[in-house]
């Protein structure tokens, strides 16, 4: 019988030990290369009968490619039998590669082609002196999607950030660069109390799920909601005073999954206030007052815009038939970076009525030389805050900052990507208003 319940303690432990091992998230593999397009002429040179694979120009130290034999100069040619032409096919192949996978792949060097087999070194993680750092996941579905939350290392309860990034499908995993903007934030804001939380959209870093560009509005809603759900029930986070900064389309976000999980307050920083055609057309006027168009170029630009994306998002018509009626919304509907059903379903949004519902802090922030969000925006969400919650919204327009939260003079130095580094404003002033709302 002693035997009989230590065999069932054992089992019960090795269960959950597969349980826990299951629900890790895997890591990205640190390939580590450089790659550039192999030309007619680069495959003269190399003698290759055509110009197949990528030339390698640069090797990363300390990386699967390092350690896989791989030399600048290289000619790359597949990955696990998968044949790599263009450095966006290494690209996309390489995401498939996870932490300890084993995997072949083929080179040509000085003339000799070698087939070799090798194993995935794991992505690097961000680690700081000063304060913890956890990567996590939070379940969507069936899919996880990669989390990092930093702590400082101070005990009790404390309040909290929930950082939501804007609409393109990049990675809040920058190890190797933790220079950029959000980083710094959300490092900053560590450093001075607050835990913070940001999560991968599907299939960016190393969620699952995807592609991002397929992912809808309402599925990617519902990542940032269960990512709340579950900083809200982490050990050393205040429920009562947790906070959102939501970044251009994150400040959508925002009210929406806050009607399911309060929080004390809500920073929305280059984003949209009102319907998203109205946005579209202030926007349009902006952007091509940083272009430096006249007012006669100005409206044949807004006007064509507005019958290209209309259509798109009202209708529901594939970019095709657009396309076929009017050839210029091809490359205007190409560029959106997101398919149909994510336009449509921010279509249907009322972002008045949300913002009107909610009854939290609310700080809009524009800055003066962001010309992708309008200045019109933020203050009509103060304004709509205001009215319903009499003191509760506030905004605020920033010197000298673009959407991008960078340093820039105005809305063409902005467009031409004249920038340089964090504006320490926006910095300042989140964190001021973070402090005074949390009570640190």
């Known amino acids: 019988m002693r035997f009989s319940k230590k065999l069932l303690a054992f089992t019960l432990l090795c269960t959950c030990a597969a349980q826990i091992f299951a629900q890790e998230l895997p890591r990205r593999a640190f390939f580590g290369v450089r790659m550039e397009t192999l030309t007619e002429e680069g495959a003269r040179i190399l003698k290759l009968p055509a110009a197949k694979g990528v030339l390698l120009n640069n090797i990363v130290p300390g990386s ?26 290494g690209v996309e192949a390489l995401k498939q590669l996870r932490e300890g996978q084993s995997f072949t792949y083929t080179y040509l060097r000085q003339g000799t082609l070698h087939s070799e087999k090798a194993v995935a070194k794991a992505y690097p993680r961000e680690q700081y002196p000063d304060f913890d750092i956890e990567y996590g996941s939070v379940k969507v579905n069936d899919d996880r999607m990669r989390s990092i939350c930093t702590r400082p290392r101070k005990s009790g309860k404390l309040p909290a950030v929930l950082f939501i990034q804007g609409v393109g ?6 190890p190797l660069d933790t220079s950029s903007v959000e980083v710094q934030l959300l490092n900053n804001l560590t450093r001075n109390g607050f835990v913070t939380f940001r999560v991968d959209k599907p299939g960016q870093g190393d969620s699952q799920g995807g592609p991002c560009s397929s992912v809808d509005f309402e599925e990617e809603a519902d990542v940032y909601r269960q990512a709340l759900l579950q900083l809200r029930k982490m050990e050393g ?15 959508v976000f925002a009210p929406i999954i806050a009607q399911d999980a309060p929080v004390r307050g809500i920073i929305a920083y280059g984003t949209i206030g009102s319907n998203f055609m109205e946005y579209f057309v202030n926007s349009r006027r902006t952007i091509a007052q940083a272009y430096g168009m006249s007012p006669a170029e100005t409206d044949n630009y807004v006007k064509l815009h507005c019958e290209c994306l209309l259509p798109y998002i009202a209708d529901g018509l594939p970019m095709e038939q657009i396309a076929a009626l009017k050839p210029q919304c091809a490359n205007i509907v190409g560029s959106m970076g997101r398919d149909n059903p994510f336009w449509q379903q921010l ?12 009854s939290g802090q609310v700080l809009a922030i524009w800055g003066k030389s962001d010309y992708v969000s309008t200045r019109s925006e933020h203050q009509w969400i103060a304004d709509v805050v205001n009215r319903a919650h009499p003191g509760k919204g506030s905004f605020v327009e920033l010197d000298q ?16 990507g004249q920038t340089t580094g964090f504006n320490p404003l926006v910095l300042q002033t989140i964190r001021e208003w973070l402090i005074r709302h949390a009570n640190v």
């Not at 279509?347 to 909610?358: H, I, K, Q, R």
Request: aromatic fraction near 10%.
């Open 64 to 89: 699967t490619a390092e350690a896989a034999g791989l030399q600048r100069g290289d000619v790359w040619f597949t990955l696990n039998d998968r044949e790599i032409n263009s450095p966006a096919e």
């Open 169 to 174: 499908c990049y990675s809040l995993d920058t």
């Open 237 to 251: 986070v205040d429920p009562d005073r947790i906070f959102i900064i939501g970044h251009s389309m994150g400040g």
């Open 347 to 358: 279509y249907g949004v009322n972002l008045p009525a949300l913002w009107s519902d909610y």
């Open 401 to 416: 900052c673009d959407h991008g939260m960078h340093i820039a003079t105005s809305f063409q130095q902005a467009a031409q």
